[in-house]
């Protein structure tokens, strides 16, 4: 582990007195409201894998998940000694503990792990979820409230790759999604027992390999009530948190069923009452009004756009203030009215062979984008489009999305947990 002895007693009274307030967490993949977004801020630009750091701290194992966020207390899965398992730092780099759970089913892709999807936590519970089927519960102080294993449960992964997609809470339960060839469903289990609140199923006729999804759902609030919304097979669909009944559908996402092999990866994102949705791997972009009963396919669709670089494979937008920021696998930037999907304005990042998995954040505006060798690129954004601050060298492979927290970064690399502090930069 390696410290930076000039950050100084500034930092640490800022931290605490952020900490104080609880107001700025990190607590499942997308952030506090699953578009994307941190809290506004002055945010580092210019670091490395051994300049502008507060700290790194080496990881245990393997995993591509992206931390979790609550007051002092830094979560993150991966594999440790074979099992899988999740590790907990506090907000200097000290490991506070670790816990294993059983034996860990390693990534098929060379890109992916048995810890892919993100832990999330609302400060009294974490929730881990792994390839294996391991579902688990624990205090944040590492004991272990319950586990389960849904693939033993509710029977095998038939997923083509590697399970992706993250559990979300909605109060008092942690719902997930597995929709897979086959039996396909979404659950909700309680918080406090790991009792089974619901289980819906959640099943279309699609072509080959289109009902695997390793999607992530968003809970939105929709006249008071919770809503999943929820991307794959072809669909996106709304559904009751409370009981999982499906509230409404909307399709034509692939008229008259003839592509096949239209996985999808990147996530829906909602913002204002409209999710948009990255599909057709990469080549289509749609904006969905996401409420209304029954099948919406007609009424729901505000916009679409489609053609060769249009939208992203894999990272999911980041979306904020009536803007959708969109990332797309090869780094070209599209800035777009959330309301019509115009094009507001567009961004190159530099070639390169390697692509993008993470997601983009947004944090008050400044944007970061992290490619897959580990170079992570920090951007402002405006009215008048993006303006590169700094290309940054982690020195490893980077394929979980970065948090920004409390005006500073913390990036999950491939063998560290680098935590880059605000006002510090390369002598």
Same mark, same amino acid.
């Given at each position: 582990?390696? &410290?930076?002895?000039?950050?100084?007693?500034? /930092?640490?009274?800022?931290?605490?007195?952020?900490?104080?307030?609880?107001?700025?967490?990190?607590?499942?993949?997308?952030?506090?409201?699953?578009?994307?977004?941190?809290?506004?801020?002055?945010?580092?630009?210019? /670091?490395?894998?051994?300049?502008?750091?507060?700290?790194?701290?080496?990881?245990?194992?393997?995993?591509?998940?992206?931390?979790?966020?609550?007051?002092?207390?830094?979560?993150?899965?991966?594999?440790?000694?074979?099992?899988?398992?999740?590790?907990?730092?506090?907000?200097?780099?000290?490991?506070?503990?670790?816990?294993?759970?059983?034996?860990?089913?390693?990534?098929?892709?060379?890109?992916?792990?048995?810890?892919?999807?993100?832990?999330?936590?609302?400060?009294?519970?974490?929730?881990?979820?792994?390839?294996?089927?391991?579902?688990?519960?624990?205090?944040?102080?590492?004991?272990?409230?319950?586990?389960?294993?849904?693939?033993?449960?509710?029977?095998?992964?038939?997923?083509?790759?590697?399970?992706?997609?993250?559990?979300?809470?909605?109060?008092?339960?942690?719902?997930?999604?597995?929709?897979?060839?086959?039996?396909?469903?979404?659950?909700?289990?309680?918080?406090?027992?790991?009792?089974?609140?619901?289980?819906?199923? &959640?099943?279309?006729?699609?072509?080959?390999?289109?009902?695997?999804?390793?999607?992530?759902?968003?809970?939105?609030?929709?006249?008071?009530?919770?809503?999943?919304?929820?991307?794959?097979?072809?669909?996106?669909?709304?559904?009751?948190?409370?009981?999982?009944?499906?509230?409404?559908?909307?399709?034509?996402?692939?008229?008259?069923?003839?592509?096949?092999?239209?996985?999808?990866?990147?996530?829906?994102?909602?913002?204002?009452?409209?999710?948009?949705?990255?599909?057709?791997?990469?080549?289509?972009?749609?904006?969905?009004?996401?409420?209304?009963?029954?099948?919406?396919?007609?009424?729901?669709?505000?916009?679409?756009?489609?053609?060769?670089?249009?939208?992203?494979?894999?990272?999911?937008?980041?979306?904020?203030?009536?803007?959708?920021?969109?990332?797309?696998?090869?780094?070209?930037?599209?800035?777009?009215?959330?309301?019509?999907?115009?094009?507001?304005?567009?961004?190159?990042?530099?070639?390169?062979?390697?692509?993008?998995?993470?997601?983009?954040?947004?944090?008050?505006?400044?944007?970061?984008?992290?490619?897959?060798?580990?170079?992570?690129?920090?951007?402002?954004?405006?009215?008048?489009?993006?303006?590169?601050?700094?290309?940054?060298?982690?020195?490893?492979?980077?394929?979980?999305?970065?948090?920004?927290?409390?005006?500073?970064?913390?990036?999950?690399?491939?063998?560290?947990?680098?935590?880059?502090?605000?006002?510090?930069?390369?002598?």
């Amino acid at each position: 582990m390696y &410290r930076s002895a000039t950050l100084g007693l500034t /930092f640490v009274i800022a931290l605490q007195c952020a900490i104080g307030t609880a107001a700025e967490n990190w607590p499942q993949w997308r952030g506090p409201l699953g578009t994307g977004v941190g809290a506004a801020g002055e945010y580092p630009a210019k /670091f490395s894998s051994d300049e502008g750091l507060a700290w790194k701290a080496k990881l245990p194992g393997n995993g591509t998940s992206t931390p979790a966020v609550w007051d002092d207390r830094i979560f993150v899965t991966c594999g440790i000694d074979g099992r899988d398992g999740v590790v907990c730092y506090d907000m200097n780099g000290k490991e506070l503990w670790r816990h294993q759970f059983g034996r860990e089913r390693p990534g098929k892709n060379p890109h992916a792990t048995g810890s892919n999807p993100s832990p999330v936590t609302d400060g009294n519970h974490l929730v881990v979820y792994f390839k294996s089927g391991t579902l688990a519960c624990l205090e944040p102080s590492g004991k272990e409230k319950w586990s389960t294993n849904l693939q033993e449960k509710f029977g095998k992964d038939t997923l083509w790759w590697d399970l992706g997609t993250s559990p979300v809470f909605s109060r008092g339960r942690v719902i997930v999604a597995v929709y897979q060839s086959g039996d396909s469903y979404l659950v909700a289990l309680d918080l406090n027992s790991g009792n089974v609140a619901w289980k819906e199923q &959640r099943q279309y006729e699609v072509p080959r390999e289109n009902d695997n999804s390793y999607c992530t759902p968003q809970i939105v609030s929709i006249g008071g009530k919770d809503v999943i919304v929820s991307w794959g097979a072809d669909h996106l669909t709304g559904h009751d948190a409370a009981t999982g009944k499906q509230l409404w559908e909307c399709g034509g996402f692939n008229p008259d069923s003839r592509q096949s092999n239209w996985r999808t990866i990147a996530s829906a994102v909602v913002s204002d009452g409209i999710a948009v949705v990255p599909y057709g791997r990469g080549e289509s972009l749609a904006g969905i009004r996401a409420d209304g009963t029954g099948d919406i396919t007609k009424t729901g669709r505000i916009w679409e756009k489609s053609g060769r670089g249009t939208s992203a494979d894999v990272p999911t937008p980041a979306v904020r203030d009536g803007k959708v920021y969109l990332l797309t696998d090869a780094g070209h930037i599209d800035c777009l009215a959330l309301q019509t999907g115009d094009v507001l304005w567009s961004a190159n990042l530099p070639k390169n062979r390697n692509r993008f998995y993470a997601s983009p954040v947004l944090a008050g505006d400044t944007l970061f984008c992290a490619r897959e060798d580990g170079t992570v690129f920090v951007g402002q954004v405006s009215d008048a489009g993006y303006k590169e601050l700094a290309t940054n060298a982690m020195g490893e492979r980077v394929f979980a999305t970065p948090v920004p927290i409390r005006g500073a970064l913390l990036i999950r690399g491939e063998e560290h947990l680098f935590f880059v502090a605000a006002g510090k930069s390369p002598e």
